[in-house]
């Protein structure tokens, strides 16, 4: 009975490498089937060698097992599947997915940063600078964390920062004033504010200021899309998006699930009103109205289970770029949900730092 019991709960977990997570903490569940998704399998596996010796509930417990192994190696097949599309898009020899990666995990050689503070709104904000590995003066990534704009700080999954660091980009990790103390625009307002400090020490900390690149994750994927598309700045070479709320006017409209985030709340707070009150603060903070044919390279990615920031964001975002003729990629992960990058090592993880890469070699060089 034990058996039949794990087993079931293990294919009840296994759907959500499929299904979207009904819930906060399946949420967070989600994320561990899909992007860690061995330790899983293995105990299911486990399970299937215990049913060799047990009778009772064999059949039934053993065909709920091998259904649940099903679904979670399908992310790792499909994540190897969309690697051969990502690997033709980019006319590239190497594959974005290591099967021994997934399995082992690869040790994420970490780059020694310096902590520097920059002024804005009359504070001094924190900021990570990771040096890039090369000489000379080399390109610079402004890296703005997520938090429903009002949690979170710039240590958010450093290891990305790292692997670009040894890519011969340097890494600006920076913070911002939180919601409900400071709304919209601040935020945008303090990024403005970092960049003038970088150009300000382009020198000391060998930054090409023709070569700037915002990367914002969740809210700060927000702040860096407004950023990029409003700031009169020749320098920004591109923006890349990780599941980001691009248009908060059709987000007021369609929130969030109750059980997993009052998506509503999360809004008025950063925006200091509903959407009814002051329908403008909900525009001026949508990217979708700023795009123009002179707006910067855009990456986005986002995962089609996102139950925090509807999928649908990134969708019409890349209607609108198309549309204005700017150059864009979309990297859609069918089985991936919110922060699907916990895990650089994932299936999203891998696939996610190789077209980050491969967009950064192509609107740097």
């Known amino acids: ?19 979207k997570a009904p819930a906060y903490h399946l949420w967070l569940v989600a ?13 299911i596996i486990l399970l299937l060698l215990w049913g060799i010796k047990v009778e009772k509930f064999q059949l039934p417990g053993t065909f709920l097992a091998i259904l649940a192994l099903m679904l979670v190696l399908s992310t790792p097949v499909r994540a190897w599947l969309l690697g051969r599309e ?8 190497t594959s ?17 940063f310096r902590k520097l503070s920059y002024p804005s709104n009359g504070d001094r904000l924190a900021m990570d600078f990771f040096p890039a590995v090369s000489t000379g003066k080399r390109p610079c990534i402004i890296v703005i964390h997520g938090g429903s704009w009002k949690s979170g700080d710039n ?23 939180l919601a409900p103390k400071y709304q919209s625009p ?14 300000r020490h382009s020198q000391e900390l060998r930054i090409d200021t023709g070569r700037f690149v915002l990367l914002g994750r969740s809210a700060g994927a927000q702040i860096a899309l407004v950023s990029a598309y409003t700031m ?25 699930s109750p059980l997993v985030m009052d998506s509503r709340k999360v809004m008025v707070d950063y925006l200091g009103a509903s959407l009814d009150a002051k329908p403008q603060y909900y525009e001026q903070s949508s990217a979708i109205n700023f795009v123009t044919a002179d707006s910067p390279a855009t990456l986005i990615i ?10 649908e964001h990134s969708r019409r975002l890349q209607i609108i770029l198309q549309e204005h003729a700017v150059k864009n990629y979309f990297l859609s992960l069918p089985w991936a949900t919110h922060g699907f990058d916990y895990n650089i090592n994932g299936p999203g993880g891998q696939l996610s730092t190789f077209v980050v890469k491969e967009f950064l070699k192509d609107v740097t060089r």
Not at 31 to 43: D, R, Y
Not at 304 to 311: A, G, I, K, M, S
């Open 1 to 19: 009975m034990l058996r039949f019991v794990l087993c079931l709960i293990c294919f009840l977990i296994s759907t959500l490498a499929v299904l």
């Open 31 to 43: 994320i561990l089937v899909t992007e860690f998704p061995f330790f899983l399998a293995g105990f």
């Open 86 to 93: 990502v690997k033709k898009r980019f006319g590239v020899q």
């Open 96 to 112: 974005p997915i290591s099967l021994k990666q997934l399995f082992s995990g690869k040790e994420t050689r970490e780059v020694a």
């Open 155 to 177: 240590a958010q999954l450093p290891e990305l920062n790292s692997v670009l660091a040894l890519e011969g980009y340097h890494v600006a990790a920076v913070n911002y004033h």
């Open 186 to 199: 601040v935020q945008v307002d303090d990024i403005r504010a970092a960049f003038e400090y970088l150009r």
């Open 232 to 256: 009169d700045e020749q320098g920004i070479k591109g923006v890349i998006d990780f599941y980001g709320p691009a248009d908060m006017v059709w987000g007021y409209t369609r929130p969030a």
């Open 302 to 311: 986002h995962g089609e289970n996102d139950v925090l920031v509807d999928y």
